[in-house]
């Protein structure tokens, strides 16, 4: 069944993070009905903070008071039935009704929070703070920004592993649900970053080491599909 795009968005001004996490961590914290998807033999795990824009269902104007917002999303790399996708351990957001509407229509574990971004001259200032009533606490206070020029990242490449997927997994009890996802390659940058506070993967349970692999994109559009039955 071919994907039925009904949401469309923009995601500006985003930040990959990415560290390399021993699978048998792992392997205990994504459900079993997920394949891991390794890279020489390692999972990862990503933070990506950026502002969300433009959201709107397909062939109508952006929904006031939701369309537009921070989030930061904190993802490994999984695969069902040979298709590669996300799975997202949490989704950070700073807008009350996005938060209730995603969980409830993606099944994804979706967090209030109050969250600031800063642009000054070729960096971003971000800070994130989880808020969520009974969630584990959580907080991201980076600043980041290009230092070089937009490129392409080659097919076999890890760039092209850790970013070019066009499914997310969620789960709602047992049942798996897949949601399809439709943008132009990343126009990825190299990436500065400074982090002062970090413990976005560590609410989930992940230990992180070590400076992260970065890159950065000034502006992606995407078109979301509805979730089904995987």
């Given at each position: 069944?071919?994907?039925?795009?009904?949401?469309?968005?923009?995601?500006n001004?985003?930040?990959?993070?990415?560290?390399p996490?021993?699978?048998?961590?792992?392997?205990?914290?994504?459900?079993s009905?997920?394949e891991?998807?390794?890279?020489?033999?390692?999972?990862?795990?990503?933070?990506?903070?950026?502002?969300?824009?433009?959201?709107?269902?397909?062939?109508?104007?952006?929904?006031?008071?939701?369309?537009?917002?921070?989030?930061?999303?904190?993802?490994?790399y999984?695969?069902?039935?040979?298709r590669?996708?996300?799975?997202?351990?949490?989704?950070?957001?700073g807008n009350?009704?996005?938060?209730?509407?995603?969980?409830?229509?993606?099944?994804?574990p979706?967090?209030?929070?109050?969250?600031?971004?800063?642009?000054?001259?070729?960096?971003?200032?971000?800070h994130?703070?989880?808020?969520?009533?009974?969630?584990?606490p959580?907080?991201?206070?980076?600043?980041?920004?290009?230092?070089?020029?937009?490129?392409?990242?080659?097919?076999?490449?890890?760039?092209?592993f850790?970013?070019?997927?066009?499914?997310?997994?969620?789960?709602?009890?047992?049942?798996?649900?897949?949601?399809?996802?439709?943008?132009?390659?990343?126009?990825?940058?190299?990436?500065?970053?400074?982090?002062r506070?970090?413990?976005?993967?560590s609410?989930?349970g992940?230990?992180?080491?070590?400076?992260?692999?970065?890159?950065?994109?000034?502006?992606?559009d995407?078109?979301?599909?509805?979730?089904?039955?995987?």
């Open positions: 069944m071919r994907a039925m795009f009904i949401m469309s968005q923009r995601w001004d985003l930040l990959f993070m990415h560290w996490v021993p699978a048998t961590q792992m392997r205990g914290l994504v459900p009905s997920l891991l998807d390794l890279f020489d033999a390692s999972a990862w795990v990503s933070v990506t903070p950026f502002y969300l824009s433009h959201l709107r269902p397909r062939g109508l104007p952006p929904l006031p008071g939701v369309s537009a917002f921070p989030e930061v999303n904190v993802r490994t999984v695969t069902r039935a040979g590669a996708g996300v799975y997202f351990f949490s989704l950070d957001a009350r009704l996005a938060v209730t509407g995603a969980r409830a229509t993606y099944h994804l979706y967090f209030r929070a109050l969250m600031t971004i800063t642009r000054v001259p070729g960096k971003v200032q971000y994130s703070h989880r808020t969520h009533p009974n969630a584990r959580a907080e991201l206070s980076v600043e980041y920004g290009a230092i070089g020029d937009v490129y392409r990242s080659a097919p076999g490449s890890l760039d092209h850790l970013t070019e997927r066009y499914s997310l997994f969620a789960l709602d009890g047992r049942r798996v649900y897949r949601a399809d996802i439709a943008h132009e390659p990343w126009p990825l940058q190299p990436a500065e970053v400074t982090i506070t970090n413990t976005m993967a609410a989930a992940i230990d992180v080491v070590g400076r992260p692999r970065a890159s950065f994109a000034k502006r992606l995407v078109g979301v599909a509805l979730p089904r039955r995987a």
